[in-house]
């Protein structure tokens, strides 16, 4: 048995504690994972039109005239978008954009602000 606590890799909690030889689980999350696979998983690495990778909480603004169904124009090329989230899938980032609301964008229509 092991006394060592381990960082949960899904929501970081330091409180990971051993269950058997093979994982650890977390009391805040629930989740419970193999410390040796840990390192081996994809990072999603998201890069804007101009190549540079893209985090959670950059700004970034928009490229190119933008149109939104249901709303009356576009979102304008300039549009700076504070705050955002990166997420798996075709329009890979989440945000809020004043006047238009909640919004999922292609990180290939932005570049880095």
């Not at 949960?8 to 977390?26: F, I, T, V």
């Not at 009356?72 to 075709?90: E, F, M, Q, S, Y």
């Amino acid at each position: 048995m092991s006394d060592e606590m381990k960082t949960c890799p899904q929501c970081g909690s330091p409180y990971g504690y051993y269950l058997n030889d093979e994982a650890y689980a977390c009391p805040e999350c629930t989740h419970e994972w193999n410390p040796a696979e840990v390192g081996s998983q994809e990072v999603l690495v998201i890069k804007d039109s101009n190549g540079n990778i893209l985090q959670d909480g950059d700004a970034v603004i928009v490229i190119k005239d933008l149109p939104v169904k249901g709303a009356k124009g576009p979102i304008k090329a300039g549009t700076k978008v504070k705050n955002i989230r990166l997420t798996d899938g075709d329009h890979n980032i989440d945000c809020k954009i004043d006047g238009f609301g909640a919004m999922a964008l292609k990180s290939e229509f932005v570049r880095k602000a």
